[in-house]
């Protein structure tokens, strides 16, 4: 929603530039991660998932990385554009019993032209 | 184009009121699930439904209730039980129970008090 981003972290980068964006994770036997992208009064929007049978995965303009020893995801979007700024959210989930999904509580993006 | 329709988009309370979120979906995925997402912290699981006519509480589901009387439907009631109903209420969706499938989003209702 319009107050989702703020006393959010944020992050400002300049238009063309690459982001990095990061997020812990806190259970260790979690076995699946997704990114959300959520722009100002809209939904969250899939961006990219890893299993944690993976370390790396690649997608249009956007690489995920796991690293299960210290239990961090980040998001790396490359060439950012203005259309790239909104909150960015990590979700981690355990397969066990019903599927436990646990959101972080995000990163605000901000892109400068 | 599928997806999920949440509506109204902005709803008002007033004290001592029941008010019902309305969560439809043509993608004709078996689970929804409904979340609150307050500034500052990640969105919580209120109520979930992995399939028709069943549903199961999420980590605080005091002072809400669903219904799941069909596959595209997933009502949230907030009840006057609901002390702090400020929020933004979202919906999700997925096909089933398969590990590997991210949940769907509407574009969720904002609920305030009057």
């Known amino acids: 929603g319009e107050s989702v981003g703020l006393h959010l972290p944020t992050l400002s980068v300049q238009e063309g530039d690459n982001s990095i964006i990061n997020c812990a994770y806190s259970?260790?036997?979690?076995?699946?991660f997704i990114w959300y992208k959520q722009e100002s009064g809209k939904g969250p929007q899939f961006i990219i998932d890893i299993r944690s049978n993976m370390d790396k995965r690649q997608g249009q303009r956007v690489t995920v990385l796991l690293n299960k020893t210290v239990k961090h995801l980040s998001l790396q979007i490359a060439a950012t554009q203005p259309g790239d700024s909104a909150v960015y959210f990590c979700a981690e989930i355990y397969s066990g019993g019903y599927q436990k999904v646990t959101f972080g509580t995000g990163t605000k993006l901000q892109v400068i032209p | 184009d599928g997806g999920i329709t949440q509506s109204p988009k902005y709803l008002f309370r007033k004290e001592g009121q029941n008010v019902t979120l309305s969560c439809e979906q043509n993608l004709n995925h078996d689970a929804m699930y409904w979340y609150r997402q307050d500034p500052g912290q990640g969105l919580r699981l209120i109520y979930y439904s992995q399939i028709v006519n069943d549903f199961q509480k999420g980590d605080i589901a005091e002072g809400y209730s669903v219904s799941r009387e069909k596959k595209e439907s997933f009502p949230l009631t907030v009840t006057s039980a609901q002390k702090n109903p400020t929020a933004f209420y979202l919906c999700a969706s997925k096909p089933g129970t398969g590990i590997r499938q991210p949940q769907h989003f509407g574009d969720g209702t904002r609920l305030s008090i009057l």
């Open positions: 259970n260790s036997a979690s076995d699946y």
